[in-house]
Structure formats: structure tokens, C-alpha cells
């Protein structure tokens, strides 16, 4: 780049001089830098040169500015340094007067070029890279201005970090302050973290003008703010904010972007239908609707469980656009898949398919891998799992000739449970071993885990218990010792029951009691579990800790007033009542084991109050007592073994 014109250079090293040739066609051409270290904008510098010399080679300290036209850049050598260099050497400032404005690009490029390359890490969601390419960048003393800071709050929102986006915030406010856009990225972030009453606060405080760096309240505010609101599916008080700020928000009337963001709330709320108001009073306004507004209507509809009118709504759609000569009314592939995830949940498979044999026959829309992804999970909720089966083959078939119709993991785990639930193992069995070779994407660990598990699902379904053996003694995640799923669990369970707990695969606990007996023949007295007094201090019983790890509290009325576990014995010299979590949870004496034992088996629940039919939490030692037992977790344990006889 000279001072005067952009030129495309090609930069070389040759006998110790760094040289610069431009290019013969510097429009189209790209400049090839073959040393690194000049990566930085180069200025150049020459005396002016005619055609038929022999190409000029000045040295570093040789340097003047020169003017050149079109016809004199072919074949031109030069030394090109950074401007920066050349600015402090030349004495008096020469440079600087002559162009000003230089001073000020040095200065800004690293700043655009840092802020360059967090915007390209922030399309690939890579938000610690990007703090450690502002490490980096601190470490060189490149001091970070509003503008990156700015783009670094964007990536945290983008990345749904909400909260490292507000530290980015404060940490503004202390170096290089704040402004609309970083407040609008703010209230962006707040709105997608759902966090409604914050991002009102921030509002609220840019109106009054209590925000730190006095930012002036804008129409981009509001409308960001009333974004928030619908995604949220608040209508009400979206509406409330429309009415408040209508001064400022429509300044010439309703917009067409008010609108989508109104219809688009009430999609997502309760009563998804009243949009269906807004487009009529659109219309009253003299406002034509968008794609856009079709769109989010027939999303609204379907939501409302009413296909008729979000079909009416498609062929009105076609209609304007016919009637307006308007291409970009006419549906696009957004529209035809939100059809079908309706059609699909309403059963209509014929529906299905006759939408997408409109997409195929239409100009302006293309099966994409997004869009036969949506047919699949439609024709599956639609009952059919074959015609979903179908599709994907048409849909590797066309991957064959377009990589980017190459189907995800989701894709193939969609079919894969729809044919284990019915027994099909041949089909899962080929879908388990397409899903890596034909998938696009990267898979995830908890995705290769659920393919094996539906694998023995259908095995098990099928009646092949052999295969679903095999597949068992062969899982990865078994060998690993990665958590399975709750369906996972289940299949499993039920191979033990089918085998009769007969090939000792997992060794399960067996329960040496009937489950259906109730819990008042297996409790805890009172008695036994022997409660403290709450006023009580931890020093003064901390043995009786090492003894039990869970004793109930009771006051000095003799109320239960929970439990103390041992874990939580952190602090000597308090009181027993200030280590009590909460109330403990109850169940009556008459309930059965099984449901006794499915609260205790959940993390939380260590201990559980027996109570009469009239559950409380009160702990009387006289007449009328209603705590009259307690049943914890290491007592169910008591009551299983492992398994190494075939049930009856």
C-alpha cells in the first residue's frame, strides 16, 4: 500500500535488501509475502520511475514519497518498510505533516487486526482462544480499545456466557469505557440468558441517565429490549414496553420490523393464535407483510395446533407474491420444513409428502441437509419410520455428488430409536454402522454411547438375547466405565430379567424383602436413631458424627426440624440448628417399600421422615406424635445382596 495508491506487491528478499515487486495486474492480483514479519500494512517509497528503466532498489535510509500512475506500476521495484519505522526516523516530522493521517493507521492496526481475528473465532465459538489471543496481544503492548472489547463481549454473547460478557463490561468501565453498542451487546446477552428484569434495569438506567459513560437511549435499545421480551415469550410485557417507548420506537408508525418481533412473542407464548390480529392490523396500516411475517405466523399457528390456517397462511403467501410480482414473498425453505414439523406432529404423513414434493417441484428452494433432517423426524412422529428411512437413503445417495447433504449423528439416532422400539435389528444394526462413515460433523462420546444402546434395545425387543449378549460383553462404554443413559439402564435391566439374572454380566443387587410391604415394618424408631436437640453446639458432639452420618435435629418443643450430615461438620463452634439443610422429605407409614426406596436413590435424599396418614413435620415425644420413624439410605442398603441365584 504506497501513500497515495493501493498497490499489490510481491515482497522478496535479495542480498539483504527487502524489495517489493508490483505486481502486472494490481487489481486482481495478491500479494505474496514471503517474509512473516511483514504482515503489517507497508508503505512504499520510490522516485518516480519511467517505463524502460531497469527496476529501482533503494536502501532503508534512502526514502522520499512519490506519485505514481497506472501505466508506471508494471515491473516497479521498491524497499518497503513500516510506515511506523519511517515516521521515527525521519527527523522534524516530515512524513507526519505531509500525511497525518498515518500516525493514527499505525497506531489502529493492530487494534483492527486483533479485532479481526475475534471475529473469525467467534464464528467457530471459540471463546478461550479468543481470551488468549487477548493475553497474547497485552503481553506485546497492544492495549485492547473500545472497539475490540467490544467484539469480545459479542463472542461471550454469541457463546451463551453471559456472565463473562458483564466482566467484560466492568472491565471496560475501568479502561477503555463504554458506549451504545457495547450496551446494546449487554442487553443482547441479558435477553438470551433470559435474565428479563436486569436487562429492563439497564434500560431503565440508560432513560434516566445513571448508566456508567452517559449512553443515549435509542431505538436499537428498545427494539432490542422488546426482542428479549418475545424470545422469552412474555407478550404482556412486551406490549407494556411498545406502549411505554412508542415515542421513541415509532417515530413514523408501526414497522414492519415491530411488528415481526410482536407476532413472533406471541408464537412463543400461550396464546400463540391472537397473532393472527396483528397481521390483520398490519394490513389495516397499509403494511404488506414479509416472508419473514408468513413465516413466524404459520409458526404461531402451528404452535396453536391449528394446520388449517397455517396452510391458508401458505397459500396466501403465494398469492401476494404472484399478485405483487414479488419473488421474495414467495416460501422459502424455512417456511415448507416449519409445515412439516407440523404435519409430522399432527400425524398427517400424506401432508408430509405432499410437501415435499412441492419443495422439489419449486424454483426458489433446495432440499438441504437441515431441511431432510426435519422430513425425517416429521415422517417418524407421524408414525412411519420407514418412509423416515427412505429419505435417508435418498439423502446419502445425494451426499454421494454434495458432501454438504451428508447427514449428522442426530439424523441417524432419530431412526435408530424409532426401529429399536419396535424391534427391528437389522435396520439399527445398519444404521449403528453407517453412523460413522456417512455422518458429517464431529461425533460425541454421548452419541456413540446411545448408538450401542439402542443397538441392545432392539436386539432385546428382537428376542436376541445371544446378539444383545455379545454386544453387552463388547461395549465400550462399559469397558470405560462411561455413565449410560436411562434408557441404557432400562434395556439392561430388562436382559437380566429375561436371562433370569442367570449370566452374571453385572452382578445386580437383589432386595431380600417384598417391596410391596410398608415402610413401618422397616423403619427407624425414634428411638434408635436417638435426634439432638438443635441448641445444641458441634463441639459438644462432634463424636457422634464419626459414629452416624446423618442425625436428626429436633427444637426444644421436640418439632423435627430436618437433619445434620457429616459432611457438612465444617465449622466447630456453631450450633446444630445452623447446619440443618431443610425440611426432610416424608412419607407416610403405610406407604409401600418401592416408593420409599425411589426418593431415597435420588442424590439429594439420604434420609426420609416417617409420618401417620397425617404427614408433618413435628417430632412430640407425648400423646399424639406424628414423626414416628425415620428410614435412611444406608438402611435400604441392609436390605440387598448381589445376585448369584436365578430368581423364581
Known amino acids: 500500500t504506497g501513500f497515495l495508491y493501493p498497490l499489490h506487491l510481491r515482497v522478496v528478499w535479495r542480498g539483504g535488501s527487502l524489495l517489493c515487486s508490483c505486481l502486472h495486474d494490481p487489481v486482481n492480483s495478491d500479494a505474496h509475502c514471503s517474509n512473516p514479519m511483514q504482515m503489517y500494512k507497508i508503505s512504499c517509497a520510490a522516485e518516480p520511475i519511467t517505463l524502460g528503466q531497469s527496476p529501482a532498489v533503494l536502501r532503508r535510509g534512502n526514502c522520499c514519497s512519490f506519485s505514481l500512475s497506472c501505466r508506471n506500476l508494471n515491473g516497479l521495484e521498491v524497499t518497503c518498510f513500516r510506515p511506523e519505522e519511517s515516521i521515527k526516523r525521519r527527523e522534524g516530522n516530515e512524513l507526519k505533516k505531509i500525511y497525518p493521517f498515518w500516525e493514527k493507521h499505525c497506531k489502529s492496526y493492530p487494534q483492527r487486526l486483533l479485532s479481526r481475528r475475534i471475529v473469525e473465532l467467534t464464528k467457530r ?57 457495547t450496551y446494546t451487546i449487554l442487553l443482547k446477552g441479558l435477553g438470551e440468558a433470559s435474565r428479563l428484569d436486569a436487562a429492563f434495569e439497564v434500560v431503565e438506567s440508560i432513560e434516566k441517565g445513571t448508566a456508567p459513560g452517559r449512553p443515549t437511549l435509542t431505538e436499537v435499545h428498545i427494539r432490542t429490549l422488546l426482542n428479549a421480551f418475545a424470545d422469552a415469550g412474555d407478550i404482556l410485557r412486551a406490549c407494556g414496553i411498545l406502549v411505554r417507548y412508542r415515542s421513541l420506537i415509532n417515530r413514523m408508525g408501526p414497522s414492519i420490523l415491530t411488528y415481526n418481533i410482536l407476532i413472533k412473542g406471541y408464537a412463543k407464548s400461550d396464546t400463540p393464535l391472537e397473532a393472527l390480529r396483528l397481521k390483520d392490523d398490519m394490513i389495516k396500516h397499509g403494511t404488506q407483510p414479509e416472508r419473514l411475517t ?29 399478485r405483487l410480482k414479488l419473488s421474495t414473498l414467495l416460501p422459502n425453505i424455512v417456511t415448507y420444513t416449519t409445515i412439516i414439523k407440523g404435519l409430522g406432529e399432527s400425524g398427517d404423513l400424506d401432508g408430509v409428502l405432499r410437501m415435499v414434493d412441492e419443495i422439489k417441484m419449486s424454483a426458489t428452494c433446495t432440499l438441504d441437509r437441515v431441511a431432510y433432517g426435519v422430513i425425517i423426524d416429521a415422517c417418524i412422529a407421524a408414525g412411519s419410520p420407514t418412509a423416515g428411512l427412505a429419505f435417508w437413503h435418498e439423502m ?28 427391528d435389528a437389522e435396520t439399527v444394526k445398519l444404521l449403528h454402522e453407517c453412523m460413522v462413515p456417512k455422518s458429517t460433523g464431529p461425533i460425541s462420546v454421548e452419541a456413540r454411547v446411545e448408538a450401542d444402546e439402542l443397538w441392545i434395545e432392539a436386539a432385546i425387543n428382537a428376542g436376541q438375547l445371544n446378539i444383545a449378549r455379545h454386544l453387552l460383553q463388547n461395549m465400550v462404554a462399559l469397558k470405560k466405565g462411561l455413565p449410560l443413559s436411562k434408557r441404557g439402564h432400562l434395556a439392561i435391566v430388562r436382559f437380566e430379567v429375561l436371562t433370569e439374572f442367570g449370566d452374571a454380566l453385572f ?29 445444641l453446639h458441634l463441639s459438644g458432639v462432634i463424636m457422634r458424627f464419626f459414629r452416624d452420618e446423618i442425625v436428626p435435629i429436633i427444637d426444644d ?14 465449622e466447630i463452634n456453631t450450633t446444630l440448628s445452623n447446619l440443618v439443610r431443610g425440611p426432610l422429605p416424608t412419607v407416610t407409614k403405610s406407604t409401600p417399600l418401592s416408593k420409599a426406596f425411589n426418593l431415597l436413590l435420588e442424590p439429594q435424599n439420604k434420609i426420609l421422615a416417617v409420618c401417620d396418614s397425617n404427614a408433618g413435620y413435628s417430632f412430640v415425644r407425648h400423646q399424639n406424635e406424628q414423626v414416628i420413624g425415620f428410614l435412611t439410605r444406608q438402611k435400604m442398603y441392609s436390605y440387598v445382596h448381589r445376585s448369584d441365584y436365578k430368581v423364581d
Not at 426440624?561 to 457429616?566: D, K, L, N, T
Open 125 to 181: 465459538r471459540q471463546l478461550n482462544q479468543i481470551f488468549q489471543e487477548l493475553e497474547t496481544a497485552r503481553t506485546k503492548n497492544v492495549h485492547p480499545n473500545r472497539v475490540v472489547m467490544n467484539s469480545v463481549m459479542a463472542a461471550c454473547v454469541h457463546c451463551g456466557d453471559v456472565d463473562r460478557a458483564i466482566l467484560i463490561y466492568q472491565e471496560m468501565l475501568q479502561f477503555c469505557g463504554v458506549d451504545n453498542v
Open 557 to 570: 418443643s421436640g418439632k423435627c426440624i430436618g437433619a445434620v450430615h457429616c459432611e457438612d461438620c465444617s
Open 507 to 535: 452382578s445386580p443387587f437383589v432386595f431380600q424383602i417384598a417391596l410391596e410391604d410398608p415402610v413401618e415394618k422397616f423403619m427407624l424408631t425414634c428411638k434408635e436413631m436417638k435426634p439432638l436437640y438443635g441448641g
Open 294 to 322: 408468513f413465516n413466524s405466523l404459520i409458526q404461531a399457528c402451528i404452535k396453536g395446533r391449528d394446520m388449517d390456517k397455517a396452510l391458508k397462511l401458505l397459500m396466501e403467501m403465494k398469492e401476494d407474491a404472484e
Open 396 to 423: 446419502v445417495n445425494a451426499a454421494k455428488g454434495n458432501r454438504e447433504l451428508r447427514p449428522k449423528a442426530h439424523t441417524f439416532l432419530s431412526l435408530m430409536r424409532a426401529f429399536a422400539e419396535t424391534g
